[in-house]
């Protein structure tokens, strides 16, 4: 057998390898597939000032504040499950409001109970040691656009116009 031969079967089996360890870190459940790049998530006029709306096929959470839209991955950062509002597993597209004095809600991860700021996507409590990731948000023509290839700061907004 070649050297060539030898340097493809290794190849072969780490790409094999690779492809069976992302598939076990996912996680808990029935993970839907990760959009990668820019994601249209719907009209600008869909989010109202201090609203935010969890699009669990997407595995995003858009909201709008008084200082404009930001995205946060809705993917638990312990073991990569898909968070929700409470203890259950997202299913359907769940809109909510911010206050601008009150408590927030918290996301929740159904499997081991981790908690973040739906705001800033900030670890609160539970087996989580990471932040969510957030995501650069623009506004074309209308239409809000997610590019989960680029993250920003979780404070970071992009004004509504
Ligand atoms: S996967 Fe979310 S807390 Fe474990």
């Not at 993917?75 to 408590?103: E, F, I, K, R, W």
């Not at 918290?106 to 739906?118: D, E, G, K, V, Y």
Request: charged content about 15%; hydrophobic content about 40%.
């Amino acid at each position: 057998m070649s050297d060539r031969d030898n340097t493809l079967r290794r190849r072969t089996f780490l790409g094999v390898v690779g492809a069976a360890g992302a598939a076990t870190t996912v996680g808990c459940g029935a993970e839907p597939a990760m959009m990668t790049g820019p994601t249209d998530v719907g009209a600008a006029t869909e989010w109202s000032a201090r609203t935010w709306k969890l699009l669990c096929a997407q595995n995003l959470i858009v909201g709008r504040d008084d200082s404009g839209f930001y995205a946060l991955s809705a993917v638990c950062t312990h073991q990569g499950c898909t968070l929700n509002m409470d203890s259950s597993a997202c299913s359907t597209t769940m809109p909510g409001t911010l206050s601008a004095t009150g408590a927030l809600p918290r996301l929740s991860c159904p499997c081991h109970a981790s908690t973040f700021n739906i705001q800033n996507g900030a670890r609160v409590s539970g087996e989580a040691q990471r932040d969510l990731p957030a995501y650069k948000v623009t506004l074309t023509a209308g239409r809000v656009i997610v590019d989960r290839a680029v993250t920003v700061a979780g404070t970071a907004r992009t004004a509504a116009t």
